[in-house]
């Protein structure tokens, strides 16, 4: 179902997949941990390639060619 939450990583709890689909600056303040912590399955789409810390998440950027 769709609820409120109070928080980004309270939103994340339980989750499959996240994806970032705005460049928001409250994304670029997220860790890895934040994902791997309390998503079930931590993997993200990062259309904005906000995301600098990514160790330990199926993570994949679009946008901007490759992942350095």
């Given at each position: 179902?769709?609820?409120?939450?109070?928080?980004?990583?309270?939103?994340?709890?339980?989750?499959?997949?996240?994806?970032?689909?705005?460049?928001?600056p409250?994304?670029?303040?997220?860790?890895?941990?934040?994902?791997?912590?309390?998503?079930?399955?931590?993997?993200?789409?990062?259309?904005?390639?906000?995301?600098?810390?990514?160790?330990?998440?199926?993570?994949?950027?679009?946008?901007?060619?490759?992942?350095?």
């Amino acid at each position: 179902g769709i609820g409120d939450t109070s928080s980004i990583v309270e939103c994340l709890g339980g989750a499959d997949l996240c994806i970032i689909a705005v460049p928001w600056p409250e994304f670029r303040t997220l860790r890895a941990a934040d994902f791997t912590e309390t998503m079930r399955t931590p993997a993200v789409i990062d259309c904005w390639r906000v995301l600098t810390d990514t160790t330990g998440l199926d993570y994949t950027a679009i946008g901007q060619g490759p992942c350095e």
